[in-house]
């Protein structure tokens, strides 16, 4: 049957119909037709607003283990105001649920690993804090920048009293080791005071603790568990100018 003759036929149909009984009608024969192109108008739609709302990235970074997501939105602000982001153009973000325990490694520790390093591999994450156990995983896998590099003169000499060093000597020997002996060292060794380079053969300043930090109490991270932050630059971080104002932020 021609497209125009079946028009024609539909028509007498409905003819003497009532509204309600043509919109039945229109809705038993054209109901998969309808949801269809409701369902692409709803993609569609969706789909655009992502492309005109979605903002560039000025600045982002994780405060791991801090337990403070309920200050999140408020930190973000208030950080952004500090610096000078403009966040109706740029998005800033702190996130400060995220938690790893290098104990259990879990499903969800486990693709936490792999969003940071692909993170810190595009240059997605700009600063990063952490709690001793964190930030030590995170150190040993050479993630932080040098702070002899990192901080200007001014920063080496304020931050200098607080720095967080790792041996890379003894990084580099564990790496030779099979698992066996890697524990088989940890029990017969203390491990080496972060804060003491002269108990170290290639110590390399590459965090400062955050003792007492007015801004992390002000948005209850760590209160709760009472651990001493540390802080660390990224390498590869798109936006380190933001980095350094994030640390003064913090430490201010």
Partial sequence: MALRDE??????????????????YFWDYYKIHTIAFLFAVLVISVFVKDIVTNKDNAFSAVILNSYGQNSQEDFQADFAAYAGIDTDTYSCLIDTSATYSADSMSQYDVAF???????????????????????????????????????????????????????????????????????????????ADPMNPSSMET?????????SSPKLTQWNCYTASGETPIFGFLENAAHPDLAHRFLAYLSE
Avoid: C, S, W
């Avoid at 028009?7 to 039945?24: A, P, R, Y």
């Avoid at 110590?203 to 955050?210: E, F």
């Fill in 203 to 211: 110590p390399v300043p590459v965090g400062i603790y955050l003792e």
């Fill in 113 to 191: 690993v792999q969003r940071i390093a692909a993170q810190v591999q595009t240059g997605d994450l700009d600063a990063f804090v952490g709690d001793a156990q964190a930030f030590g995983h995170y150190a040993d896998g050479y993630l932080f920048q040098d702070l002899r590099e990192a901080l200007t003169e001014e920063e080496y000499k304020k931050y200098e009293p607080y720095f967080y060093y790792i041996d890379t000597a003894a990084i580099e020997a564990k790496r030779q080791m099979d698992e066996e002996d890697i524990l088989a060292a940890a029990q017969e060794e203390d491990p």
């Fill in 7 to 24: 028009v024609k036929e539909q028509q007498n149909k409905l003819k003497g119909k009532t509204f309600k009984e043509k919109l039945n």
